[in-house]
Nanobody
Framework: QVQLVDSGGGLVQAGDSLRLSCAAS????????MGWFRQAPGKEREFVAA????????YYAASVKGRFTISRDNVKNTMYLQMNSLAPEDTAVYYC????????????????WGQGTQVTVSS
């Protein structure tokens, strides 16, 4: 079983950048496919990005492709989400997740979740 702690959120202005981190412990990190999801107030949780256990393949939601970059360091047991050109519509609580379903964009396919980190983008 893996425990996830996500961090790095904050209040920024439109056009700024942030890097989120997700630190994993208690499991074989490189055997898990990892993902980032986000949930804005009054909306359902939505897929942002995913990365294979090896880090060799990544997937992005259309809304963030070209602006966000997902990566992982299997030595440090940490996953990252570099977010550039942030916009007010990116405001949400961001969650990292771990599972064994390759490249899934479905929240139900992830078994473990971080506690969430708030990202607020002002216009």
């Amino acid at each position: 079983q893996v425990q996830l702690v996500d961090s790095g959120g904050g209040l920024v202005q439109a056009g700024d950048s942030l890097r989120l981190s997700c630190a994993a412990s208690g499991g074989s990190f490189n055997t898990y496919h990892m993902g980032w999801f986000r949930q804005a107030p009054g909306k359902e949780r939505e897929f942002v990005a995913a990365i294979r256990g090896t880090g060799s393949v990544t997937y992005y939601a259309a809304s963030v492709k070209g602006r966000f970059t997902i990566s992982r360091d299997n030595v440090k047991n940490t996953m990252y989400l570099q977010m550039n050109s942030l916009a007010p519509e990116d405001t949400a609580v961001y969650y990292c997740a771990a599972g064994h379903s390759y490249g899934s964009s479905r929240a139900a396919d992830y078994d473990y979740w971080g506690q969430g980190t708030q990202v607020t983008v002002s216009s």
